[in-house]
């Protein structure tokens, strides 16, 4: 069965940083292509950033390029997103999604949340 | 940029009843195009992949089509679980994008 578990998540200030993990299990993550994908409190769907399986091509939205880091240990079977610099509007339920085939997200997590507040 | 329109944001409908949700790209995005379920607390679940395809254990009553600029999703006939906001997503680019949404409510 896939599974995939965000932790991480937590209050933290304006400014502030913060590391989301992913644990993967169920499929052979290095296979896979991940995202993280976001949802503020009550909105929409957002996507945050795309790893390929090897960790060679990354791809970031405009609205964390510069701030946010998205990583993988295939070893460990685990996807990172280092999160700095965080503001008021990057409050919201973190998920790690699987890429299908780069169609589509066929599985989530459960999410974290992330609350950005003084 | 690609921007994803869906339509309508809401709908209220019954038990049984036939539900067409609209999904409009802003540039030609072939079939790369995905539908989501999301219910209140949970995370979202995929529904149809590339614009027409479905997804392993998703009910047959769950179908999707178009091309181009112009999808829909349709719910042949609703049941109670299917209540849930639906987001489409197109996969022909970075960013990857998503529509703002579609709630679907109990009549």
């Known amino acids: 069965e896939v599974q995939l578990v965000e932790s991480g998540g937590g209050l933290v200030q304006p400014g502030g940083s913060l590391r989301l993990s992913c644990a993967a299990s169920?499929?052979?993550?290095?296979?896979?292509?991940m995202n993280w994908v976001r949802q503020a409190p009550g909105k929409g769907l957002e996507w945050v950033s795309y790893i390929s399986s090897s960790g060679s091509t990354i791809y970031y939205a405009d609205s964390v390029k510069g701030r946010f880091t998205i990583s993988r240990d295939n070893a460990k079977n685990s996807l990172y997103l280092q999160m700095n610099s965080l503001r008021a509007e990057d409050t919201a339920v973190y998920y790690c999604a699987r890429d299908k085939q780069l169609v589509s997200f066929d599985y989530w997590g459960q999410g974290t949340l992330v609350t950005v507040s003084s | 940029d690609i921007q994803m329109t869906q339509s309508p944001s809401s709908v209220s409908a019954s038990v049984g009843d036939r539900v067409t949700i609209t999904c409009r790209a802003s540039?030609?995005?072939?079939?790369?195009l995905a539908w989501y379920q999301q219910k209140p607390g949970k995370a979202p679940k995929l529904l149809i992949y590339a614009a027409s395809s479905l997804q392993s254990g998703v009910p047959s009553r769950f179908s999707g089509s178009g091309s181009g600029t112009d999808f829909t999703l349709t719910i042949s006939s609703l049941q109670p679980e299917d209540f849930a906001t639906y987001y489409c997503?197109?996969?022909?680019?970075?960013?990857?994008?998503f529509g703002q949404g579609t709630r679907l409510e109990i009549k």
């Open positions: 540039q030609g995005i072939s079939s790369w």
């Open positions: 169920g499929f052979t993550f290095s296979s896979y292509e």
């Open positions: 997503q197109q996969a022909n680019s970075f960013p990857r994008t």
